[in-house]
């Protein structure tokens, strides 16, 4: 099919919706087990979860994934767009009395607006971490109580310094490159919900990321299951797993990922 | 026996000229209906009532008022047939209602399903989407062929039967958010992809079906399954799944 026809039929784009959708899922669960290390408390979780943030934003193949999921959320975006623009002209004179509720879960009529509401918070939230750690060359790096920086590959450089090369942080001893500096993502984040470090935001934003992550129960509550159907599995047999599985994904995942703000948030002074 | 009582309702009704005018929503007041009555059997009452006052009467499709023709159709109080399940409006008894109720009563609304006057709107998107797909060959050379020498599983004869009970009626449509078409349109599909007499166009017919379908300007499906619930046949959405994968084997397997 030509991009054209894919984007004329109703049944092709549903199947990308579904698809993009179903990855999309993945991607969630890939995540948050990343995320979960946050739950790590004292100076181990610090390097744990800073080891892992540097091996995910400088792997070839987990930037690529990465990219990979931006351009597919973008998909996921027009089409969702597209379908709504489509669904909304099918009607063009709307019922002066109707009770939608009685035939449609709530989850399932509002998958435009959740969806709208996880597009704010995505890109909120990439603002928040994923541009200054790829953009923001005075990033905080990290460093220990015995005043030593630490390379990218997590090793401590015994009395070293930073100094910048070609604008970016590089760890020096005795004027030798050791390479780039290891940056202090769990310090930002921490400090990002913290009340002495972003006093009234540190709030606004846990309730931000808390009221995503409802809109996120609310749009997989019916995604989930919906994506099956749309590639066509509905099966006596297995539809009763799927709506399960779905039931579970869309209360677990995001139960968890809002989890991490308020533990942050009411954990710290 | 539930015992006839007199029911006094009041009507808001959609009331439209014709197709170019603006319509609105009138308010009538019907007494003393029998709760034995069907709601057509109370719209009747209505309109002689209207008619005898000199005034126009509602306009609304019906036939054969026993549940099998798909012409009777109505929005009633915010959903297509009325509140009860399983039924079309012609089998719709007035016992659902009680006394003192206000009815809404509008037409299906869709892009693809115009009103025509008052409650009455135009279905032929059906029609042609079922001459873009909905028939299969049959060979007319020589003697009539016994339909039963054709052997058929169980499930498969049973599941086009299902789907061969989808009456047309477009409550489906007018139930969706989307006013989506998809459960009609994958009832007709179903039907004929499961039966052996269906082979000879499964492919085309699919892609046919469902391009006229996007055409006619009916919207796409998001499974809220509204449409399962309203519909008076109780067509399945297992139809939309097998739909969607006809649809995709059809699409790669075809040569341009
Ligand atoms: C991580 C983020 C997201 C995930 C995991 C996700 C997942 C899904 C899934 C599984 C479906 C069901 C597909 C189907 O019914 O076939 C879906 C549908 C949908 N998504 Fe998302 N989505 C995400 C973000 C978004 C965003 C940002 C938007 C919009 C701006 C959006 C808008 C929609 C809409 C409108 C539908 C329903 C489409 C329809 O009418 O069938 N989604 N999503
Ligand atoms: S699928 Fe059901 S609601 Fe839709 S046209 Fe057929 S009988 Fe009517
Ligand atoms: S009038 Fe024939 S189904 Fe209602």
Redesign the pocket.
Known sequence: MSISAILKSSIAK?WL??LT??F??L??VGHLLGNLQLFIGGWDGTVKFNEYAEFMSSNPIVQTVAWITKIL?GV??VL?LL??IN?RSARSTNYKYNRPDKNAKFSSRT??WM??L??VF?VVHLVNFWAPMHYDNEFPVQLNEAGNYYTADGIEQVNSYLQKVEGKQHVFINKVDMGLAMRDLAKVTKDFFSKTENGVTALLMMILYAIAMLA?AF??SH??A??FQ?LGINHKKYNGMIKLAGMAFSFIVPFVFAAIPVYLYVTQA | MATIKGMNLTLKIWRQKDANSKGKIETYKVKDISDHMSFLEMMDVLNEQLISENKEPVAFDHDCREGICGSCSLHINGEPHGPDRGVTTCQLHMRKFNSGDTIYIEPFRAKAFPVIKDLVVDRSAFDRIIQSGGFVSVNTSGNTQDANALPIPKADADKAFDAATCIGCGACVASCKNASAMLFVSAKVSQLSLLPQGQVEREERVLNMVSQMDDEGFG????TGACEVECPKGISLENIARMNREFLKATIHKEE
Do not use: P, Y
Request: net charge positive; glycine share 12%; with cysteine.
């Open positions: 549903k919706m579904a959708g179903l999309l899922c991607f969630l959320i996921h975006v969702a379908l709504v669904n998958m435009g969806g709208t996880l597009l995505i996120v749009h997989l995604g989930f919906s994506a749309s | 796409n499906c998001t499974n």
